[in-house]
């Protein structure tokens, strides 16, 4: 990790809102073992041995992008990117601690099952 950035950094002048939906993510992704937060300049990396999830922080909500094996169907997802053969990149817009529910917490869980 960095030392030039922190987690907290991102959530300077941001509304508490999308402080709550990321401490969401956390508590949950924390359940599935090991897991680190590394702050970047413009994200907040969700690692386990590599990356499993980005988050970028805006004023209002959150854009996570959550690793997988194939692209995820589903309305939440505004954009999918194929990055290999077998790695899609998932956005998702979040700006309510209630949208991390458990449909999406198990797409968490699986992109930290094939980081790992």
């Known amino acids: 990790m960095s030392d030039e950035f922190t987690v907290s950094a991102h959530f300077e002048a941001k509304d508490p809102t999308v402080t709550a939906i990321y401490k ?3 508590t949950e992704t924390r359940k599935f073992g090991p897991m680190v ?3 970047k300049k ?21 854009l996570l992008n959550i690793k997988s094996a ?3 169907q589903d309305a939440r997802v ?3 990117e194929k990055l290999s053969a ?3 990149h998932q956005e998702i817009k979040l700006t309510s601690p209630e949208e991390v529910d458990a449909q999406l917490i198990s797409w968490l869980k699986d992109a930290y099952l094939i980081s790992g």
């Open 78 to 80: 505004s954009k999918s």
């Open 37 to 39: 937060e590394d702050p």
């Open 86 to 88: 077998s790695r899609y």
């Open 70 to 72: 194939a692209p995820i």
């Open 42 to 62: 413009t994200s907040i990396h969700l690692n386990h041995k590599s990356a499993f999830a980005g988050i970028r922080v805006q004023k209002k909500a959150l």
């Open 24 to 26: 969401r993510i956390i």
